[in-house]
Each structure stands twice: as structure tokens, then as C-alpha cells.
């Protein structure tokens, strides 16, 4: 018996070439959330802050890049690894948070959509291929595949370009220490409907979202800076309460999706995290399998790229899935049949996952 499921066909990423190394924060003056300077030396913020992160570097674009540039490129390669022909696209989803963002200017630019903009570089003349955006903070990426999952399922898509791209180096606060938390990047996957006997591709998703309490623990503010303007925001966070939620609630999504799909938890080969934090994403897959009366062996199951990568918001998934594709993650390897747990987090607050057979 056959049956209809959505299947990756294709994946593709734009890792930009600049690398920021922790070093290069060494004489930047630092401010609490107070105004009140951090008094610690630039070499012990260093410190404790890739103790806590592991993170040692990011990458940033050039200044004559942009998001939607980047979403291009990304879109391109899925394109040229599914082997389509681009007007055979039924929807172009890209999920991002900023839009373009200059170097000039920090000021948010998504009209026309970036998803219409990626379109039109694209060259796709076909008006049946429709693109828009998705704004549901770093679980972007993951929403517009469970979005074009549904579209698939429900016969209205057969296939689809869904893209997570940000540059996050362009609204950041250069006086908050978050500033070395986010990166900029982009990754694609054509996501294609497919009759199979072996039920390969996405068997199980599920979304939740907390908005009384939490819905502040990111948000745009003003520089931490004394004296700074009040009229320019930046992206910021109170990172504790992130920790917390985030610990608290994403192991129970990520049950209720592999739950949902019949799977046991001992035949799931790798979860691929939003690459937020290294220590909190290990303590999320010990949380989730706990769950189960399990042990997790996290660098056997959770392959990572956050000590090089950064925190890329919405592109930090798909570019992860990309780089093990094509080996560029040492010791992770994805085979055909595979059963691989997908999960993010972030501003919403919002969390989702889905359960994928390779």
C-alpha cells in the first residue's frame, strides 16, 4: 500500500564567508539591561559566555548582502540538488523575522515579501506559484514545513520551496552581550508530495505556543547603552526565562510529535535543535529522553554547528540539515530510512517539531 507523504527532495545553504571570532569582543564595553556597565574583563565575558553558549565564532554578511540575497542563494541550490524545474513550484514560504535589513539603517523592509522578492530573482513567471512569508520567530523555519506538509497532504501543493534566511548581525545591540549569540545565514529544502510504500518523509508535527507570561522574552528594545536613543530597538531577550521555558516546554512538543507518529523513541537516529544554545539544547534532549525512562548520548544523537555557526535564528535547522547531507558534520551521517527528530524554539513564545524518515 502506497501512501501520500510530504518527502525532501532537495537542500541548500548560504553560509556567509566573514567570520567573527569571540576575540574580536575583547575591548567592546559591555552594558547590563540597566544601563550599568559590566565592570568583568573582555577576556572573562569571553569566558563564561562560550561556557555557557559554545560558541567560539559566527558568521556575519558583508554589507553588500542581505536577507532576501542570501534566501536566493540557499533557494538556488535546493533547486539544482532536487533537480526541478523551478516553475514547477505550487508555493515559495520563507520564514524570517527582519526582512532586509541594510547596512544603513536598521530599519525592517518586507514589502514586497522577501518570499516575492526570492520569486522574481528566481525568474519564475508562473502566477500559480505563490510566495509569502512567515514571521513566528526562530521556529520559522519548521512552521512553514509543517505549513507546506498540510498544503501537500490536502492536495492543494505538490511541491515546495520553503527558506529560512536572517541576518540577525544587522539588528543586534553592540553593547549587549547577546550580540555574540546571533549570526546570519540561510538554508532551503524542496519539500515534494510522493506516493511510497516504505512511508518515508514527514509522519508526525506538532505546534505550541505560550503568549501570557512569556510573550516578552524577546523583544525589541532599546540599546543598553546609557544615553542611547529610545526611538531605535534592537533585538534583545531575557535569555534566563528562555532557558527556562525552553526546558520546561520543548521536550513536551517533541513528544507529542514522535508520540503522534508511532515511532519509539530507541529507533530515532538524530534530532536536529535549533542551534540556540549548546547547553540548553543539551539539557532539552536529556529532558525529552527522560521522558521516555531513557538516557540521551548527546553528541551521538544531536549533531551541532552553534560553536561555529552561531545562532542563526530560522536558518540555524535547515542549514544544519544541509551540512550533514553533505558531510560537513563530523562523526553525523544521515541513510536512507533514518528516523530523524526535528525541533526549534523561540519568540512567540513559540515551539514546534516534526518526525522525519529519511
Same mark, same amino acid.
Given at each position: 500500500?502506497?501512501?501520500?507523504?510530504?518527502v525532501i527532495t532537495g537542500t541548500g545553504s548560504y553560509i556567509p564567508e566573514k567570520i567573527i571570532r569571540n576575540a574580536e569582543f575583547m575591548e567592546q564595553v559591555f552594558f547590563e539591561k540597566d544601563e550599568t556597565v559590566i565592570e568583568s574583563s573582555g577576556e572573562e565575558v569571553i569566558r563564561k559566555f562560550r561556557d555557557i553558549t559554545g560558541i567560539k565564532e559566527r558568521r556575519w554578511v558583508d554589507s553588500d548582502m542581505n536577507n532576501s540575497g542570501m534566501g536566493l542563494i540557499a533557494a538556488q541550490k535546493a533547486i539544482e540538488s532536487a533537480g526541478i524545474d523551478p516553475e514547477t513550484i505550487d508555493q515559495i514560504i520563507v520564514a524570517h523575522n527582519f526582512g532586509d535589513v541594510s547596512t544603513e539603517t536598521i530599519q525592517t523592509d518586507i514589502v514586497p515579501s522577501l518570499a516575492s522578492r526570492i520569486k522574481h530573482r528566481l525568474? #519564475?513567471?508562473n502566477p500559480q506559484c505563490i510566495p509569502y512569508d512567515i514571521i513566528f520567530g526562530c521556529p520559522g523555519w519548521i512552521q512553514g514545513i509543517i505549513q507546506a506538509d498540510s498544503f501537500i497532504k490536502s492536495g492543494l501543493a505538490n511541491r515546495c520551496l520553503i527558506i529560512g534566511t536572517e541576518t540577525l548581525s544587522r539588528v543586534v545591540d553592540?553593547? =549587549?552581550? =547577546?550580540?555574540?549569540i546571533f549570526s546570519d545565514g540561510a538554508g532551503a529544502v524542496i519539500l515534494e508530495k510522493s506516493e511510497r510504500a516504505d512511508n518515508s518523509g514527514i509522519l508526525a508535527t506538532a505546534t505550541v505556543s505560550h503568549?501570557? =507570561?512569556? #510573550?516578552?522574552y524577546l523583544f525589541m528594545g532599546k540599546s543598553n547603552a546609557p544615553e542611547s536613543d529610545p526611538n531605535i530597538r534592537f533585538i534583545k531577550m531575557h535569555g534566563r526565562k528562555v532557558y527556562e521555558y525552553s526546558l520546561s516546554q520543548v521536550p513536551l512538543a517533541m513528544k507529542a510529535a514522535l508520540d503522534k507518529s508511532g515511532i519509539d523513541i530507541d529507533q530515532v537516529k538524530k534530532v536536529l535543535i535549533h542551534q540556540a544554545n549548546e547547553k540548553m539544547d543539551e539539557a532539552i534532549i536529556q529532558r525529552f529522553y527522560r521522558l521516555y525512562g531513557r538516557k540521551a548520548n548527546p553528541e551521538e544523537i544531536m549533531p551541532m554547528n552553534i560553536s561555529e555557526l552561531g545562532n542563526s535564528s530560522v536558518a540555524t535547522v535547515p542549514t544544519l540539515y544541509d551540512m550533514i547531507l553533505n558531510n560537513r558534520i563530523p562523526k553525523h551521517t544521515i541513510s536512507s530510512g533514518d528516523i530523524l527528530l526535528f525541533a526549534s524554539v523561540g519568540a512567540g513564545m513559540n515551539i514546534n517539531s516534526f518526525v522525519y524518515r529519511q
Open positions: 500500500m502506497n501512501h501520500i507523504n510530504s525568474g #519564475i513567471r553592540v553593547y =549587549d552581550r =547577546d550580540t555574540m503568549t501570557i =507570561d512569556e #510573550i516578552g
